[in-house]
């Protein structure tokens, strides 16, 4: 299987640098670089825009604007930021952001971490419908690797 393209979604949690650091160690193996991506919810800004009387646009460059200065904090102290190609920050439902990216981008692979920021388990919307990773894994033609917290490519 050649792998030249890892797409890499983040929420920047302890767990998806675990994925980050996983994804890096398969780019070094096989010559490959890397696309980060973090989606913005629009669920969740919507409810944010709501709750905080402005309007959705208002929102969402906030939230594009926290999202980029996040990568630049999150990259800033990593290492292996000479395999990053790009980083893009995306609007929209995570996963179908992430499948519409890694599809965009031809992927070969796309590495993601077990549970994000919210935590595993306990959300009704993971009981009923699955998490982020299963919906992705059932859009996407490529593999998804998904890493565990405390998984090492050691």
Not at 56 to 74: G, P, S
Not at 91 to 109: C, M, N, S, V, W
Request: charged residues 20%; glycine residues 6%.
């Amino acid at each position: 299987m050649n792998i030249s393209l890892i797409l890499v979604p983040t929420d920047f949690s302890e767990c998806a640098l675990n994925s980050l650091n996983y994804a890096a160690s398969l780019a070094v193996m096989h010559k490959a670089e890397l696309i980060l991506m973090h989606v913005v919810d629009t669920r969740e800004a919507e409810h944010f825009a709501k709750f905080a009387k402005e309007s959705m646009d208002t929102v969402l460059e906030r939230l594009n604007n926290q999202a980029t200065q996040a990568f630049r904090r999150f990259l800033g102290q990593w290492p292996e930021k000479k395999l990053v190609r790009e980083t893009l920050v995306s609007a929209g439902t995570p996963f179908q952001e992430i499948a519409l990216k890694a599809r965009d981008f031809q992927a070969d692979l796309v590495v993601m971490g077990g549970y994000g920021s919210r935590g595993k388990g306990g959300q009704i919307e993971e009981i009923f419908f699955g998490s982020t990773v299963e919906k992705v894994v059932r859009l996407l033609p490529c593999p998804v690797l998904c890493v565990p917290i405390g998984w090492s490519a050691e």
